[in-house]
């Protein structure tokens, strides 16, 4: 991976990671299209480059995350995130085995758009517009909703905001619901990939292979740097166009995008 691929992949970690149109998808489809997608770095990068987006979202709602006196807060984030950390770690080999195949990332792209194009219709606009009125049931059942984004291509925020409406909330509740969900959720991937994990093709350890170079290092820097300012002007436009337009244009875009790249990954095999 060289730098210019290291800035593109992070470029479209800050875009995608909290629009309902799947980031590792992204991410698999530019790093298969670059011809790296099975380095063991590549495959950390894409995970790494996860704290940026997490201090984005730190930082836009600093207030919430800082507010100590707030402990029903941190409380519901703590039990909407366990599905997600129980049922990560039982499928870990299974998604590890997904992720290096674009091909049924794309069909899972599709579906996921063609979903979209109804919810809007489906769910009526909720009543629950505050994060205070989000019960800590409500909280567990949008945890498991979480969990289907463990298929690459289902796309974490999709799912979970998805799971917000289905329990009442209102379209821009359920979103930030979704970035607040996504620190833990997130944090938790990404320190379990840099510390635990370890990695087929060198069988080290994620902090073993960050450390083995300074070039890993620095492109790890800059990643989390290019992921931070990207993510932030992605929420803010996110938060925006979901109150004015629902989900139906994201749903024409992952079917037009899961289209594109279904028929090149087809017919390249090269970039399989």
Known sequence: MDLFQAIIIAIIEGLTEYLPVSSTGHMIFASSYFGIQNHDFVKLFQVAIQFGAILAVVALYWKKFFDFTRIDFYLKLAIAVLPALVLGKIFDDYIDAVLGKPIPIAIVLILGGVILLFIDNHFKEGKIAKEEDITKKK????????????????????????????????????????????????????????????????????????????????????????AFVVSILAIKLFIGLIKRFGFRPWGWYRIVVGILFLVYFTFNNNAV
């Open 139 to 226: 909280a567990l059942t949008i945890g498991f909703w979480q969990c289907l984004a463990m298929m690459p291509g289902t796309s974490r925020s999709a799912a979970s905001i998805i799971g917000g409406m289905q329990q009442g909330l209102t379209r821009e509740a359920a979103a930030e619901f979704s970035f607040f969900l996504a620190v833990p959720t997130m944090l938790a991937v990404a320190v379990y990939s840099l510390t635990l994990k370890t990695y087929q093709e060198t069988g080290q350890k994620g902090y073993e292979i960050l450390m083995a170079s300074s070039e890993y290092l620095n492109l790890f820097i800059i990643g989390n740097i290019v």
